[in-house]
């Protein structure tokens, strides 16, 4: 039975995009048939961030029934699959938010796992992308303010009966000033699926078009969403084994 998973959050630039695309590519680690969907049809960054800015079939073209859902899938280097949205505006003006919820059958016909990267906030856009999940994910900052959009995003989950499976928390960097994931976990009432430290890998393995799990599969970051991935798929994952070597730290400082 596959799953749908919808990656959405309170606010912008807490690192959703980032999390759909590594959460992909560590199920895709796990030998899961994944596919990434850009449910951000305003400003939408998997096909971006992924090498495929612009492609011939894209999920706009489904909102419009003009092409049938395989049409818009394309397979990336690294094995995982994504369904990019249009950059065009005039695709945007076009497209139907609500015919989202149609697509849930069939994107069920195309993966095991179907991640999809919905907009921030609480619009009308973030919830229809919410309306397709069977379960969310909320990505958030160790930040108060962050945190407290978090929570309006689970309390509106909760209204619309959508099950939350936890929460990711992004941008980690482990100081005193940060919310601790006791804190977190207590003003969220969620599970805490895991804590991605604030990595320069990050930045990195976007100019190389992949996910950080796989231009930098040992980073702090990679290994925290391999954890994660692992938590959700019920596979063992010890990422202490998968620390890089002294030597390969040395040689890394080095470039």
Same mark, same amino acid.
């Given at each position: $039975?596959?799953?749908?998973?919808?990656?959405? /959050?309170?606010?912008?630039?807490?690192?959703?995009?980032?999390?759909?695309?590594?959460?992909?590519?560590?199920?895709?680690?796990?030998?899961?048939?994944?596919?990434?969907?850009?449910?951000?049809?305003?400003?939408?960054?998997?096909?971006?961030?992924?090498?495929?800015?612009?492609?011939?079939?894209?999920?706009?073209?489904?909102?419009?029934?003009? !092409?049938?859902?395989?049409?818009?899938?394309?397979?990336?280097?690294?094995?995982?699959?994504?369904?990019?949205?249009?950059? /065009?505006?005039?695709?945007?003006?076009?497209?139907?938010?609500?015919?989202?919820?149609?697509?849930?059958?069939?994107?069920?016909?195309?993966?095991?796992?179907?991640?999809?990267?919905?907009?921030?906030?609480?619009?009308?856009?973030?919830?229809? !992308?919410?309306?397709?999940?069977?379960?969310?994910?909320?990505?958030?900052?160790?930040?108060?303010?962050?945190?407290?959009?978090?929570?309006?995003?689970?309390?509106?989950?909760?209204?619309?009966?959508?099950?939350?499976?936890?929460?990711?928390?992004?941008?980690?960097?482990?100081?005193?000033?940060?919310?601790?994931?006791?804190?977190?976990?207590?003003?969220?009432?969620?599970?805490?699926?895991?804590?991605?430290?604030?990595?320069?890998?990050?930045?990195?393995?976007?100019?190389?078009?992949?996910?950080?799990?796989?231009?930098?599969?040992?980073?702090?970051?990679?290994?925290?969403?391999?954890?994660?991935?692992?938590?959700?798929?019920?596979?063992?994952?010890?990422?202490?084994?998968?620390?890089?070597?002294?030597?390969? $730290?040395?040689?890394?400082?080095?470039?």
């Amino acid at each position: $039975m596959s799953s749908i998973i919808v990656i959405t /959050s309170g606010k912008g630039g807490v690192g959703k995009t980032t999390t759909a695309i590594n959460l992909g590519a560590a199920m895709n680690y796990f030998n899961k048939d994944v596919l990434i969907v850009d449910g951000n049809l305003s400003t939408p960054n998997v096909g971006i961030h992924l090498g495929a800015p612009e492609v011939p079939v894209s999920l706009n073209h489904l909102l419009l029934k003009k !092409a049938e859902p395989f049409e818009a899938v394309y397979e990336h280097s690294s094995g995982v699959k994504i369904m990019p949205a249009s950059l /065009s505006i005039r695709d945007l003006k076009k497209s139907k938010f609500s015919e989202f919820k149609n697509l849930k059958k069939e994107f069920h016909k195309l993966a095991d796992y179907i991640i999809v990267d919905s907009a921030a906030g609480l619009g009308e856009e973030a919830l229809s !992308a919410i309306k397709i999940a069977d379960e969310l994910i909320v990505v958030t900052n160790p930040e108060l303010p962050a945190i407290t959009d978090a929570l309006k995003a689970i309390k509106l989950s909760e209204e619309i009966k959508m099950p939350v499976r936890g929460v990711i928390v992004t941008k980690v960097r482990g100081n005193k000033i940060e919310m601790s994931p006791e804190t977190v976990k207590e003003m969220l009432e969620s599970p805490i699926l895991g804590m991605v430290p604030e990595d320069f890998s990050i930045s990195e393995s976007l100019n190389f078009k992949d996910a950080v799990v796989n231009t930098h599969p040992k980073s702090k970051s990679a290994r925290a969403y391999k954890e994660i991935a692992a938590k959700i798929l019920g596979e063992d994952y010890d990422s202490n084994k998968d620390k890089p070597s002294i030597f390969e $730290m040395i040689f890394r400082k080095r470039k």
